[in-house]
């Protein structure tokens, strides 16, 4: 992603208006780790060390800070409503992907203390139910995979006084995106 100071500042703004829960990826664990570790060297030559090395360029010790108090996971509880927890990977591993594909999902989704979650990692829309347990990958707005490149993201709403979930994907403006990536000279 191109200007992550912008998003950054972007998402401070945010927060001052509203309540929000920020969750730790593995990106920011990756950044976290090479700032304690700063003689290790991004391997270059691929795209994700070089996403990881530019964006760990235009971050701040502030930056990094904020990333290192989040949470991996956290129970989210509103009203009466059935309590669920959200994570980036698995409410255990911020890096462990809940792809129902995966032959440890049964042992895992064991260990979950809430019938419901939602988690990221994997970036493709996805539900599905083991052992009594809802695990829900809303997609991704930056990095989608398998939409066609748009957006994805979820709504979960009231009704009943049980979860109603409705995963949405919307058309962003993609030339726009690669433009910002070029003026930043990601492309090199």
Excluded at 11 to 31: A, D, H, S, V
Excluded at 51 to 78: G, H, T, V, W
Excluded at 165 to 170: D, I, Q, R, S, Y
Excluded at 180 to 188: A, G, H, R, S, T
Aim: hydrophobic share 35%; glycine share 6%.
């Amino acid at each position: 992603m191109a200007n992550p100071r912008d998003t950054l500042k972007l998402l401070r703004e945010i927060e001052k208006t509203y309540p929000c829960t920020f969750i730790r990826g593995n990106k920011e664990n990756y950044w976290i780790h090479h700032r304690k570790n700063s003689e290790e060297e991004w391997k270059t030559g691929t795209t994700t060390t070089g996403m990881l090395a530019y964006n760990f360029a235009q971050l701040s010790d502030e930056d990094i800070d904020f990333f290192e108090a989040m949470p991996i996971s956290k129970e989210m509880r509103y009203g009466n409503l059935p309590v669920f927890t959200i994570c980036h990977g698995s409410p255990l591993v911020v890096n462990q992907s809940l792809r129902p594909d995966y032959e440890y999902i049964d042992d895992v989704v064991e260990k979950f203390t809430t019938q419901m979650v939602i988690c990221g990692h994997f970036h493709i829309q996805t539900s599905y139910e083991r052992k009594g347990k809802l695990v829900i990958n809303p997609g991704a707005i930056g990095v989608p995979l398998h939409s066609a490149g748009k957006a994805q993201f979820l709504i979960l709403s009231d009704e009943n006084m049980q979860w109603k979930t409705e995963f949405v994907t919307v058309p962003y403006d993609v030339d726009k995106t690669l433009e910002d990536m070029d003026k930043e000279e990601l492309f090199q």
